[in-house]
T-cell receptor, first 116, second 113 residues
Framework: DVKVTQSSRYLVKRTGEKVFLECVQD?????MFWYRQDPGLGLRLIYF???????EKGDIPEGYSVSREKKERFSLILESASTNQTSMYLC???????????????FGDGTRLSIL | KQEVTQIPAALSVPEGENLVLNCSFT??????LQWFRQDPGKGLTSLLL?????REQTSGRLNASLDKSSGRSTLYIAASQPGDSATYLC????????????FGEGTQLTVNP
């Protein structure tokens, strides 16, 4: 089974801090994704990466950056945390087998981040 | 821009009942549709993925169908159990979005013993 591991289940940080959320997958997947999930807004894509050192902006990239130095690890960075970034953050990965032939996305358990 | 809608937002049924969850999408140019389950406070578990060329997929008591031309999918759950209680989300990828999923807001299912 695919295993997507997020480093923390719960995290509390202060406004203005630089925050790192880590995600690791063990199935050699090319694609990795970061989402946030908020009541009434559903899941929204922040950033995704289709290869090492490659990244693409999602729907809500403002205030975030990402890093993918190794294939198995995808990090989400909140440059200067703000209270409106309090949310559930979900990481996912999927195998790439060709354009238009998407494979299932597999999700981690999520990180519930609170910014005080 | 692709939009995905799930109706109803919440559903409560007695144990043993067969039920159908609905998903509709506005842009029929999809690559595939994926159904997920989410338990409270947890991540998403992939249930079924239907490629755009397929009509349905089955896994155990679950059957998902896809009518691409009308922009609809259904998830059929047979003989529901209390353990099926969760939020069910559908999501699509498409020609304009590549590998990116566009999600519906989910149907919260409660199966009462």
């Amino acid at each position: 089974d695919v295993k997507v591991t997020q480093s923390s289940r719960y995290l509390v940080k202060r406004t203005g801090e630089k925050v790192f959320l880590e995600c690791v997958q063990d199935m050699d997947h090319e694609n990795m994704f970061w989402y946030r999930q908020d009541p009434g807004l559903g899941l929204r894509l922040i950033y995704f990466s289709y290869d090492v050192k490659m990244k693409e902006k999602g729907d809500i990239p403002e205030g975030y950056s990402v890093s993918r130095e190794k294939k198995e690890r995808f990090s989400l960075i909140l440059e200067s945390a703000s209270t409106n970034q309090t949310s559930m953050y979900l990481c996912a990965s999927s195998l790439f087998i060709g354009w238009g032939y998407n494979q299932p996305q597999h999700f981690g358990d999520g990180t519930r981040l609170s910014i005080l | 821009k692709q939009e995905v809608t799930q109706i109803p937002a919440a559903l409560s049924v007695p144990e043993g009942e067969n039920l159908v969850l609905n998903c509709s999408f506005t842009d029929s140019a999809i690559y595939n549709l994926q159904w997920f389950r989410q338990d409270p406070g947890k991540g998403l578990t992939s249930l079924l993925l239907i490629q755009s060329s397929q009509r349905e997929q089955t896994s155990g008591r679950l059957n998902a169908s896809l009518d691409k031309s009308s922009g609809r999918s259904t998830l059929y759950i047979a003989a529901s159990q209390p353990g099926d209680s969760a939020t069910y989300l559908c999501a699509v990828t498409g020609e304009t979005s590549g590998s990116r999923l566009t999600f519906g807001e989910g149907t919260q299912l409660t199966v009462n013993p």
